[in-house]
């Protein structure tokens, strides 16, 4: 089955340290998305990328970081410039253009910061 | 920049009950979108709305876009337990190198 995978489910850091969040999807899709949910906050958007080897900053990009060296592989880096990480990531991947075509979400990871 | 405004950010409701859930945009809208995330799940697609005043249904959910491609809503009839969850709306900004904007959502809860 075609999809997008994130891991690991559950995520604990303690202060200073950075973690990166593995996101792959197998759907052959040219644009991955990283988002971040907060209670109340919706999904706010941190980085995107539409073709390998580039990516453009979201709202929120500041304290994170991104790859694109496979256009199956989109990993996100939480540096311990962020000053509050704990949240609920998520990863998305969907046909470039246009917005014709919904996102399709990974199960996402729950960062805890301790 | 952009902003989706959605309302109400919760609702509760008795099952049987119908519910409906408004989107509105300081822009004009290329399309909108619209999710469902589950408690503990994630955002999952739900349908795609193109064309001014167009309105689409899935069983006993309706969804309708604005004349004016500012503004949606979705409106669910004879809510069940199985629409527990929150559902979100998304536009596009417009553009190859846009991208969706989301309203904060509206965060369902049905009483059997």
């Known amino acids: 089955d075609g999809g997008i995978t994130q891991s690991p489910k559950y995520l604990f850091r303690k202060e200073g340290q950075n973690v990166t969040l593995s996101c792959e999807q197998n759907l052959n899709h040219d644009a991955m998305y990283w988002y971040r949910q907060d209670p109340g906050q919706g999904l706010r958007l941190i980085y995107y990328s539409q073709i390998v080897n580039d990516f453009q900053k979201g709202d929120i990009a500041e304290g994170y970081s991104v790859s694109r060296e496979k256009k199956e592989s989109f990993p996100l880096t939480v540096t311990s410039a962020q000053k509050n990480p704990t949240a609920f990531y998520l990863c998305?991947?969907?046909?470039?253009?246009?917005?014709?075509?919904?996102?399709?979400f990974g199960s996402g990871t729950r960062l805890t910061v301790v | 920049g952009q902003q989706v405004m959605q309302i109400p950010q919760y609702q509760h409701v008795q099952e049987g009950e119908d519910f409906t859930t408004y989107c509105n945009s300081s822009t004009t809208l290329s399309n909108i979108q619209w999710y469902k995330q589950r408690p503990g799940g994630h955002p999952v697609f739900l349908i795609q709305l193109v064309k001014s005043g167009e309105v689409k249904k899935q069983k006993r959910l309706t969804f309708q876009f604005g004349e004016a491609k500012k503004n949606s809503s979705l409106h669910i009839t004879a809510t069940q337990t199985t629409d527990v969850g929150t559902y979100f709306c998304?536009?596009?900004?417009?553009?190859?190198?846009?991208?969706?904007?989301f309203g904060k959502g509206t965060k369902l809860s049905v009483k059997p």
């Open positions: 998304a536009g596009w900004d417009g553009g190859s190198q846009g991208n969706l904007i």
């Open positions: 998305a991947s969907s046909v470039i253009g246009t917005g014709d075509y919904g996102y399709t």
